[in-house]
């Protein structure tokens, strides 16, 4: 096993996680499962009717525009690039393409519940013409949102993201740099998800867009 020094630590010597502390695997696993239950819950909703079809659609927009970088920061991580990205603190227990396709099932879910704050705090009919409060919404919930699973990762030891110039570090948390590129990945991409939200909306009848 790597040592964090770069060493190697001797077999004799196993390393557990400390007591109460979810090891970088389990937290893969539960990342998978949740990444999973996410469109089937999405799909089970739309069936039921709880869901609109418009909302069915977001949801792969979601899922669209989160592969972009996604795809994307495969082939800059560890797999792939001799200088990555981002490096893995932790093992993913299955193939590491899987995980990058795994996280666009969150993405999607992600980009729905935005879409749900929009339709919560902003003027009704919502996501039918550009409105600059509900793009400042659903930025303002993709910062946060980013920041959160940033902090959950790097501090809980999966992945970490190296500094460049164009990619300075923000802060450190538990030893670990959160920096700017993730946070303005997801800048950008709100604006993106925005666009497909207000086209899916103006192209479907008002029966299936209805605020679900």
Same mark, same amino acid.
């Given at each position: 096993? =790597?040592?964090?020094?770069?060493?190697?630590?001797?077999?004799?010597? =196993?390393?557990?996680?400390?007591?109460?502390?979810?090891?970088? /695997?389990?937290?893969?696993?539960?990342? $998978?499962?949740?990444?999973?239950?996410?469109?089937?819950?999405?799909?089970?909703?739309?069936?039921?009717?709880?869901?609109?079809?418009?909302?069915?659609?977001?949801?792969?927009?979601?899922?669209?525009?989160?592969?972009?970088?996604? $795809?994307? @920061?495969?082939?800059?991580?560890? /797999?792939?690039?001799?200088?990555?990205?981002?490096?893995?603190?932790? /093992?993913?227990?299955?193939?590491?393409?899987?995980?990058? %396709? +795994?996280? $666009?099932?969150?993405?999607?879910? %992600? @980009?729905?519940?935005?879409?749900?704050?929009?339709?919560?705090?902003?003027?009704?009919?919502? +996501?039918? !013409?550009?409105?600059? !409060? /509900?793009?400042?919404?659903?930025?303002?919930?993709?910062?946060?949102?980013? %920041?959160?699973?940033?902090?959950?990762?790097?501090?809980?030891?999966?992945?970490?993201?190296?500094? !460049?110039?164009?990619?300075?570090?923000? @802060?450190?948390?538990?030893?670990?740099?959160? $920096? +700017?590129?993730?946070?303005?990945?997801?800048?950008?991409?709100?604006?993106?998800?925005?666009?497909?939200? +207000?086209?899916?909306?103006?192209?479907? =009848?008002?029966?299936?867009?209805?605020?679900?």
């Amino acid at each position: 096993m =790597p040592a964090p020094g770069g060493g190697n630590l001797p077999s004799s010597c =196993p390393v557990s996680a400390p007591a109460g502390r979810l090891t970088g /695997e389990r937290l893969y696993l539960l990342d $998978t499962a949740a990444a999973l239950a996410i469109p089937a819950a999405v799909f089970v909703l739309y069936r039921k009717r709880l869901v609109s079809r418009a909302s069915w659609y977001m949801y792969w927009a979601g899922v669209l525009t989160g592969s972009s970088w996604e $795809t994307g @920061f495969y082939f800059v991580g560890p /797999e792939r690039s001799p200088d990555p990205f981002f490096v893995r603190n932790a /093992e993913f227990p299955l193939p590491n393409v899987l995980l990058h %396709l +795994l996280h $666009t099932l969150w993405d999607g879910g %992600l @980009f729905l519940a935005g879409v749900g704050l929009v339709r919560l705090l902003c003027k009704r009919p919502a +996501l039918e !013409r550009f409105r600059v !409060r /509900e793009l400042a919404v659903m930025a303002a919930w993709g910062q946060a949102q980013e %920041l959160a699973v940033e902090l959950a990762g790097s501090g809980g030891g999966l992945w970490e993201y190296r500094p !460049r110039w164009w990619n300075p570090v923000l @802060f450190s948390f538990r030893g670990h740099n959160i $920096t +700017l590129a993730p946070q303005a990945v997801w800048l950008a991409a709100s604006f993106v998800f925005y666009l497909f939200a +207000l086209g899916i909306n103006r192209r479907l =009848p008002e029966v299936d867009r209805a605020a679900r």
